[in-house]
């Protein structure tokens, strides 16, 4: 290995490292298989990783107690403390010295602060950002599992969701040109760990569907969901989410869909201009009770006639009759009754217009993480990554500021800690390696010969 002079740091570990590196590299044996091969690649270069960022580290910590100048005010309280911080390469362990400022007394390990890495985290920030991501899509295990082999326990994993911080969508411009807009809502049941159940409430707005084929699309989607929210504070989240990104209009036309329960209708009160559309998968559901074409067929014509008295004498006609039981009758008009405004919106509004999928939303935004495995969640569990979910179905990114711990102690010298970093950074400099020399050359393996002298 040649470097050139000017090369401000030791190079012996890394060295080392990369050394063993190529070692590993060239005496992998493809004919054990292509599998086996490429775990042992994998876990080769993993440790290199971390050998390699573990010398970074504590040469990054000799750097800063060799420049006095760089440092003062700064004294040495302990030196040689160890820290262990889990990357996705595996655990990564390194020792760095405990500092105190003279003048404000507070203390820090400045190797940490310059390397951006929290105190008391125990994942890298990266990590971190990655396991929650797959938290909302799978169980903590999983997501631990799929990221770094279990190096990661769950709890620890829920903690990491529960540590993102500050994740907002960025304004859109307001789109004044659409007329009309739906509002898909339901609801999922969730077991809790008090062993009660639950419910998340769901609201998902778009513009009028389009067909493309065989396919319904459901164009500009804006999903809200929440646990914890009253229905009048979920509602006017839902409100404010369309006014910034409509405008206040008395021109919008709004359309919520949903199965009649009283949270739902509740949203007409908070949105303007909104009409209530009763999905007619409920509709369906109460009157298909009857189990009979005949009086199902009956009931549908009472309904389009809006004629509730005559459906009241002919449900408990056929209670009488013992075609029904009273319990059954009784809650086919109630149902019926209660939504007759959502019932006559659904018979006479376009086709089109009455189109209602907010089971099938339910299933796919919420039932897929929430509800459909043997889970019980806590409440703030449950709402965190509910709301994780929906700020990345919104098309948000998690980055690692929101990961980021405010510390005051760094606050208190963020502009020192500024100057540091600059002055501690790295010249450019430049490493040639001669491949000649890892190349084992063995005079019976043909492959391996002309390999050595390749140029």
């Known amino acids: ?24 590299i060239f005496k992998t044996n493809i004919t054990e298989g292509l599998t086996s091969s490429i775990y042992h690649l994998y876990a080769s270069f993993d440790e290199f990783v971390r050998t390699f960022l573990s010398s970074k580290l504590n040469e990054l910590d000799q750097d800063i107690f060799n420049n006095p100048d760089c440092r003062e005010g700064w004294k040495v309280v302990h030196k040689d403390v160890p820290r262990t911080i889990q990357c996705r390469f595996g655990p990564l362990s390194y020792k760095r010295r405990y500092y105190r400022h003279k003048e404000t007394g507070v203390t820090l390990h400045l190797a940490d602060v310059l390397a951006k890495i929290d105190k008391g985290d125990r994942i890298e920030r990266g990590l971190a950002l990655t396991l929650t991501e797959l938290a909302t899509d799978n169980s903590y295990e999983k997501s631990s599992k799929i990221a770094c082999n279990n190096h990661v326990s769950r709890q ?7 540590a993102a911080k500050n994740y907002e969508l960025e304004k859109e411009p307001e789109r004044r040109e659409v007329k009309e807009i739906h509002i898909q809502v339901d609801e999922d049941h969730v077991a809790m760990q008090n062993g009660k159940s639950s419910i998340v409430k769901l609201a998902v707005v778009h513009e009028p569907r389009k067909q493309i084929k065989s396919k319904a699309i459901l164009p500009n989607k804006m999903h809200f969901a929440s646990h914890k929210d009253k229905p009048e504070d979920f509602w ?47 509709v369906h559901k109460y009157i298909n009770k009857l189990n009979d074409f005949k009086y199902i067929n009956q009931t549908w014509q009472y309904l389009r006639r809006e004629n509730y008295n005559d459906l009241k004498v002919f449900l408990y006609t056929l209670v009488a009759n013992d075609e029904i039981d009273e319990k059954t009758g009784s809650e086919i008009y109630s149902y019926l009754r209660n939504n ?3 019932i006559k919106n659904l018979l006479t509004l376009p086709p089109n217009t009455v189109k209602s999928c907010a089971e099938g939303l339910v299933s796919h935004v919420l039932s897929d993480r929430l509800s459909r495995k043997p889970l019980a969640w806590s409440a703030e569990g449950l709402e965190t990554i509910t709301q994780l ?8 990114a998690l980055e690692e500021k929101h990961f980021v711990q405010t510390n005051p102690s760094v606050e208190k010298h963020k502009s020192k800690v500024i100057e540091m970093r600059k002055r501690l950074a790295p010249p450019t400099y430049y490493m040639n390696f001669d491949i000649n020399k890892y ?15 390749i140029s």
Request: charged fraction near 30%; aromatic fraction near 10%; glycine fraction near 8%.
């Open 156 to 162: 620890s994993v829920m903690k990491k969701t529960r």
């Open 340 to 342: 007759r405004e959502g």
């Open 389 to 396: 979910r929906m700020y990345l179905l919104n098309g948000g």
């Open 236 to 282: 006017c989240k839902v409100s404010e989410g369309i006014i910034e990104r409509y405008g206040n209009r008395d021109d919008l036309k709004v359309y919520i869909h949903g199965d009649g329960a009283s949270w739902i209708k509740t949203g007409l009160e908070w949105i303007p201009n909104s009409v209530f559309i009763l999905d007619r998968f409920h």
């Open 439 to 453: 190349i084992p050359r063995k005079k019976d393996n043909k492959f391996l010969k002309s390999l050595a002298h």
């Open 1 to 24: 290995m040649k470097i050139k002079q000017g090369v401000s740091f030791t190079m012996y570990s890394i060295t080392q490292a990369a050394e063993k590196l190529l070692e590993e």
